[in-house]
């Protein structure tokens, strides 16, 4: 098996490899891009609405009474699934789990604060009922390796913390990238929703470690 080493300069990376013959063999890589967002009412958005986005399909927002059709964006998305924490119901796994979630954020704020309208709207107006990321994939690495390993840091950031995560490759104009959307609160094995928010730190060297391990 190959061993790698891999450094940073300003505008690119580069990995080492050595394979068992004692070659050495460079691979520069752009510089990696990662974006971290939540998705948040106060901006008129839904988890629905930005599951729909990235997984080209249409859903349905029962808060508001909306169907969201992105099935116009299907031709540049080439994989999506949903990853659930172990133990969990399978029903958390379609894409409608998205529509629970949102609609889950104003039973919290009717059990939070009930006897405060204003506070209770407040809250409604202006729930975070999501986090996104957008990452950037080595065009030097295949689809397939591109996919493991978006897949392994969706379940070993998100998923293994109790997290749902949908994760959406795009291919648009030769611009690989992935998008990764993940619940703000946890579900156990009964399949009920955390009543407490999960705080998260995504840092780009998490999956840069993921992107060169790809190499080997």
Request: glycine residues 4%; proline residues 2%; hydrophobic residues 40%.
């Amino acid at each position: 098996m190959a061993t790698v080493n891999w450094r940073f300069c300003q505008l690119r990376t580069y990995a080492l490899l050595r394979d068992i013959t004692g070659g050495v063999r460079i691979i520069f890589m752009a510089l990696y891009h990662l974006n971290v967002g939540y998705v948040s009412r106060s901006t008129g958005r839904s988890a629905v609405q930005s599951a729909a986005y990235i997984t080209g399909e249409n859903l349905y927002e029962s808060r508001r009474d909306l169907n969201v059709n992105y099935q116009n964006r299907q031709s540049d998305i080439t994989y999506i699934n949903t990853f659930i924490p172990n133990g969990i119901p399978e029903e958390f796994k379609r894409l409608s789990v998205w529509d629970k979630l949102e609609s889950f954020e104003d039973e919290y704020a009717q059990k939070r604060y009930p006897n405060s309208v204003e506070a209770r709207e407040k809250y409604m107006q202006s729930a975070q009922t999501a986090m996104t990321v957008v990452m950037a994939l080595p065009k030097e690495l295949s689809q397939d390796v591109c996919r493991e390993l978006v897949e392994e840091f969706a379940q070993i950031r998100f998923t293994s913390r109790g997290l749902i995560a949908t994760v959406a490759i795009h291919n648009d104009e030769g611009n690989p990238h992935a998008h990764l959307q993940i619940s703000r609160r946890s579900v156990n094995e009964k399949g009920e929703i955390s009543w407490a928010k999960t705080v998260l730190f995504v840092l780009k060297r998490n999956f840069f470690t993921h992107a060169h391990c790809g190499l080997i």
